[in-house]
């Protein structure tokens, strides 16, 4: 019974009251060593994501997701709709990757890495903690009546928070359309292209929406991220973790009292001051275990060991840890999960590798023309009438495009004489394939043809050629 009583606040969500309404989380505004380090990474992702599409690398860009025309690019190196197995591939290392790095220490990505912890931590966050103060102000400032003070306050918070919002639906709006594209509908002006500024303000409102009032409830309900740790955590992951052992002891958690013996009074270290509650950005309180709202941001362990030394009581009272660290003492050990998770991640980065090296930039495709049989001419020569298509993934053009067949003794014509691809382009049309009925051996031949620019091998590819059933 006791058990279930401790384990009820599991039953909800820590940002909703007892009446099922929001309830708003004001996080003390965090400081400290891993608030330090956190603020680095922090801000070279930011960096990294908003240069990242206006990055270019041999004429490509480097982070590029164009859902609606099929064209990624990743570090630079361009995907194409024929190359979506690749995209696949990449995208289950990424799944496995992460799943990876949880089942080894926790949901860290989420309050390191994650995008929505960034900027709502280090850009928003900071900018409200700028106007409005910490959290005691921010608290007296919501409760109080509309006056000029909150009103001037509000507006400028929520005129900023709208200005930034806009920039990123601008940033993200270059990672979809290209940012090229981007920067030249901004010089022709809104009013030429009102679809796209239709779409900046979808984007814009989005934004403002989740990082103004939504905010910690992306991470607590939409994201399925959290939902999964709790499949793939275990007692062996290392999670911000409170040392319940150390916090309790045997009569439990007491408040402080000056010149007291903890030690022989049995009380544990945990001097009960929820400042790890109240720095928390999703609300919740660490003592109570691993939950999932958790995203191991760190702004508690910074805060307890503050106290701890302010107590003289030792630090690491909440630290990285895994439970079965906390319960025997015991050391992480690459368990069989993490040797699974990293025998998968291996043999894909393998297969993406070999896949790379094998990806031609030219991509040809030679098909026979639909419903149309072979031609019987003059000399016994029999001829194939073909549609080819080829698909240019670089950034630079390849001119002076001829096929030579390799397979059979036989010649190709092409319509046009004068063939070339332009750059990350595509060229087709149709040419004729001749061979003598001597050189086939069956209704239907597999012929082997290269393509070539000027004199250097581009591409190889094959396709069918039909002839008399009697020379079968």
């Known amino acids: 019974m006791e058990k279930q009583e401790n384990e009820r606040f599991r039953d909800s969500i820590g940002t909703l009251t007892k009446e099922g309404k929001r309830s708003w989380v004001y996080p003390k505004k965090p400081s400290g060593p891993l608030y330090e380090y956190r603020k680095y990474v922090s801000y070279l992702l930011l960096i990294f994501l908003t240069a990242a599409p206006f990055i270019k690398i041999n004429g490509n860009q480097f982070l590029m997701f164009n859902v609606l025309e099929r064209r990624f690019n990743i570090f630079s190196f361009p995907f194409w709709p024929q190359d979506f197995y690749l ?3 990449i995208m289950l290392i990424g799944v496995i990757f992460i799943a990876l790095f949880t089942v080894a220490f926790g949901r860290i990505f989420c309050g390191w ?30 409760k109080q009546e509309w006056n000029a003070e909150k009103i001037r306050k509000k507006g400028i918070k929520w005129s900023i928070f709208f200005v930034i919002s806009f920039l990123i639906a ?73 040392d319940h052992k150390r916090g309790e002891k045997d009569i439990g958690r007491a408040k402080f009292k000056k010149n007291e013996d903890r030690e022989a009074s049995g009380k544990g270290d945990c001097i009960d001051c929820f400042q790890c509650v109240n720095v928390c950005p999703t609300g919740i309180d660490i003592r109570n275990g691993t939950q999932l709202e958790c995203v191991n941001c760190t702004a508690c362990i910074d805060t307890c060991n503050d106290i701890m030394e302010a107590v003289d009581l030792p630090k690491g009272l909440i630290r990285f840890a895994s439970e079965e660290n906390i319960e025997k003492k015991s050391k992480f050990k690459f368990t069989p999960r993490l040797k699974g998770y990293t025998a998968v991640l291996f043999i894909l980065v393998s297969l993406l590798t070999g896949m790379l090296f094998l990806r031609s930039d030219i991509e040809a495709n030679i098909f026979r023309l639909p419903g149309q049989l072979y031609e019987h001419k003059e000399g016994n020569i029999i001829s194939n009438v073909y549609t080819y298509k080829l698909l240019n993934k670089t950034s630079k053009g390849f001119d002076n495009i001829h096929f030579e067949l390799v397979s059979h003794k036989g010649t190709i014509v092409s319509v046009k004489s004068d063939l070339s691809v332009p750059a990350r382009g595509m060229a087709e049309g149709t040419l004729f394939i001749e061979i003598n009925q001597s050189a086939l051996k ?20 094959k396709t069918n050629f039909l002839g008399p059933r009697s020379y079968r």
């Open 87 to 89: 995209f696949v591939i």
């Open 442 to 461: 069956n209704e239907k031949d597999k012929i082997k043809i290269e393509v070539y620019s000027d004199d250097i091998l581009i591409e190889t590819t």
């Open 113 to 142: 890495i994650c995008p929505q912890t960034i900027f709502m931590e280090m850009v928003f966050r900071r900018i409200e903690y700028w106007i409005e103060g910490d959290r005691g102000r921010q608290i007296r400032l919501d």
């Open 170 to 242: 601008n940033v993200f709006l270059a990672y979809l359309i290209g940012s090229d594209r981007l920067i030249l509908y901004v010089l022709d002006g809104p009013e030429a292209h009102l679809s796209t500024l239709l779409s900046l303000v979808i984007f814009t409102g989005v934004f403002y929406f989740v990082f103004a009032w939504f905010r910690e409830q992306v991470c607590i309900i939409a994201c399925p991220y959290g939902r999964l740790q709790g499949v793939l955590l275990d007692n062996k992951s290392i999670v911000v973790a409170y």
